[in-house]
């Protein structure tokens, strides 16, 4: 057995370099044994990683497709007709594209994954809004806007550079709260066609609060640095 002579480790008779400072292992007062097995993968470890997710990513899918032949199936056998499955086939549907493709992505996965999301959401609850209530378009009125609003903000948070954190949670609050109104005044319009806002104004104000909070807070916090390295 040898020891490196850089920083002592212990080393294994196949290693070519320390393992902990990479330095050069000669000894030689030992011959080399060509046929010890490597203590450490070969393999990378981005190539395991590549594989854990595409094993991952066949699992989930197995699993929705079984879910989504077993349903259909069971639901014909039952009542000789499609009746609950209709519901579950959508459904799994949005579910795999919500769950698989973040597995796979690796190039820009927020802004991708959140486009898909959005994306299937918007076919999903048309889809949805048939089947259920068909004679009342709630998706249109209520769903849409919101999805769009939510898609915006998405991307917004998404291109912010990740530098001041306390001036995001402050935009951050600023935009649930402009979210909250935007609800009450869709849910309003389109059950009793009044224009009425009631309980999001005093959501908006304290979102509005917490925000200029946030941001005295990150004024604060640069004013005290600066008197630091100005020893003042």
């Known amino acids: 057995m040898s020891?490196?002579?850089?920083?002592?480790?212990?080393?294994?008779?196949?290693?070519?370099?320390?393992?902990?400072?990479s330095t050069p292992v000669i000894n030689p007062n030992e011959t080399e044994d060509t046929t010890v097995l490597p203590t450490y993968p070969i393999e990378n470890a981005v190539t395991v990683v590549r594989k854990i997710r595409r094993l991952s990513a066949i699992l989930v899918s197995t699993v929705l497709l079984t879910a989504l032949v077993l349903c259909p199936l069971c639901d014909y056998v039952i009542t000789d007709r499609l009746t609950w499955s209709l519901y579950v086939i959508p459904s799994v549907l949005f579910v795999w594209l919500c769950a698989v493709p973040p597995i796979l992505i690796r190039r820009n996965p927020f802004l991708i994954c959140m486009t898909l999301d959005f994306a299937a959401a918007?076919?999903?609850?048309?889809?949805?809004?048939?089947?259920?209530?068909?004679?009342?378009?709630?998706?249109?009125?209520i769903s849409l806007p919101i999805l769009g609003y939510l898609f915006v903000v998405f991307v917004i948070?998404?291109?912010?550079?990740?530098k001041n954190v306390l001036w995001q949670i402050a935009l951050g609050f600023v935009?649930?709260?402009?979210?909250?109104?935007?609800?009450?005044?869709l849910v309003r319009s389109f059950l009793s066609k009044t224009i009425d806002f009631i309980w999001s104004v005093p959501v908006l104000i304290s979102c509005i609060g917490m925000a200029l909070l946030l941001v005295i807070i990150s004024r604060i916090a640069k004013l005290s640095s600066v008197r630091k390295r100005l020893h003042i």
Do not use: Q
């Open 3 to 21: 020891y490196c002579v850089n920083c002592g480790v212990e080393l294994d008779r196949s290693l070519k370099h320390c393992p902990l400072c």
């Open 122 to 141: 918007i076919i999903y609850l048309p889809v949805m809004n048939l089947l259920t209530t068909p004679r009342v378009n709630w998706f249109m009125e």
């Open 175 to 185: 935009l649930a709260g402009g979210l909250c109104m935007m609800i009450e005044y």
């Open 157 to 162: 948070f998404g291109s912010l550079p990740k």
